[in-house]
């Protein structure tokens, strides 16, 4: 015997996916925001802030690849929230 599942209507799915992105994008704000501090922190713990300098604290750089990475997955999702896909 076949297992029945119920059949989702595209607007209930439609809702479903705006609810799971919304709830990713906000996820992934607080970790953009996190990331930012954590940044800080590292810069004054070595105390240089300029990406140019040698001294610059590998942690920071890594830390900012990450938060830019991640601010990059939140427009992308927030196009796509929209109805307004973003070209790559």
């Known amino acids: 015997m076949a297992t029945a599942y119920p ?8 809702a479903s ?5 919304a709830t990713l994008i ?3 704000s607080r970790t953009f925001e996190l990331l930012t501090v954590e ?5 004054n713990r070595a105390g240089v802030r300029d990406l140019s300098d040698p ?4 942690l920071a750089r890594s830390l900012r690849m990450r938060r830019e990475n991640i601010g990059v ?4 999702l927030e196009a796509l929230v929209q109805g307004t896909p973003k070209a790559a």
Do not use: H, K
């Open 7 to 14: 059949l989702e209507t595209p607007r209930v799915t439609t």
């Open 73 to 76: 997955t939140i427009a992308s």
């Open 55 to 58: 001294a610059y604290p590998v």
């Open 39 to 43: 940044i800080e922190f590292e810069e």
């Open 26 to 28: 906000g996820s992934l």
């Open 17 to 21: 996916n705006r609810l799971q992105i």
